[in-house]
DNA sequence: CAATTTATGTAGCGGTTGCTACATAAATAA
DNA sequence: TTATTTATGTAGCAACCGCTACATAAATTG
């Protein structure tokens, strides 16, 4: 790889953490540059523009999270005790700053605003594969359905994560178990 | 009510209407103060600062989307039959607006920011009181839980909807009435 | 070494933001 | 009618925004 090109995935690196830390409304040119120690001049020099750097500074947080998303990947469990288990990982403080971006990048995509749209379908696509992996499932013909219903609870407990009504994830979560 | 009073009534439900048509990204003073006709500084003259301004907004949009959720009250029905009758809805053209505005108030309340953080609060709590009149139960041990499980599901439905992964919702809505 | 490409600084433009200072006109209260 | 409160206009400030023009220095390539 080039010289110049390192740094360039070097500023993507730190961006990638700034974006996190300070979400979406917070990541414009001067402080991005600010926080990866060059200019808004030079990440101009890099990027053909803004829109073009979110694209990728926002395609290696999505790599980031289906990493990590991979790693946490036990064996297959069942629905009831999956989905509880993700409710518990949402209050990880290493989890949060995604789901705060997960959030920011929803309202955009609710908008149908690029790239936010595309990286959100893109992020919701791996989540798919990931209860494709993880899930399991007795009857072999529902697994869609209940790979389906993983993905729309799971994000439904992150939006009341994001409201704090705890008291409401952990009745879901019993009426799921039951 | 005073005359002044009744002007900032009026400017309140232009502004209704502005935002839910542009969002809250576009929800300057001045362009707020265009959508009712007046000026950015005769704004500030009857609010006292932009917060407080759209506390008063957001406050009436709430209102407006509890009086919305009463009107549309059948009789209770059970969860596979409510559940899904709630996700045709998401298509309305007229509950649209909503739901961009519902994502778009969550991506700040994930990050605590007033007077967000509030009012998403307070509609959700308005979205629990609407289960709770409107969910059939069959045994009334397990009402609370089931009015949980209603909540989350429908807000997974309204992300999910966000990204038209109409799919998805269908599949995790069969998955329901399993 | 010369020529060319790449890197970086400085400065600024035209736009938006929330908000304010200073004025005056109009409505209301005494 | 006079005094006081309320309404409204005009103008601008300081801080941001994405982006660009113009310069030069440094590195790379022929």
Known sequence: MKKGEMKKQAHIES?????????????????????????????????QDKE????EVLQAIT???????????TEPLP??????HLGKMLKEPAVKPYLRLWLELMAEASKKEEPYYSAARKIAASFKAFY???????????KEKMDALALVMVEGLV???ALDFDEDINLALQALSK
């Open 15 to 47: 961006m990638k953490h700034y974006i996190l830390e300070n979400g979406l409304t917070k990541a414009s040119l001067r402080n991005l540059a600010k926080a990866s120690g060059t200019s808004d001049r030079m990440l101009l020099h890099y990027f």
């Open 132 to 142: 494709r992996e993880v899930l399991l499932v007795q009857k072999e013909e529902s």
């Open 79 to 84: 629905l009831n005790v999956l989905v509880p």
């Open 52 to 55: 073009d750097l979110m694209t």
């Open 159 to 161: 939006l009341m994560d």
């Open 63 to 73: 790599q980031d999270l289906i990493d990590l998303l991979k790693a946490n990947q």
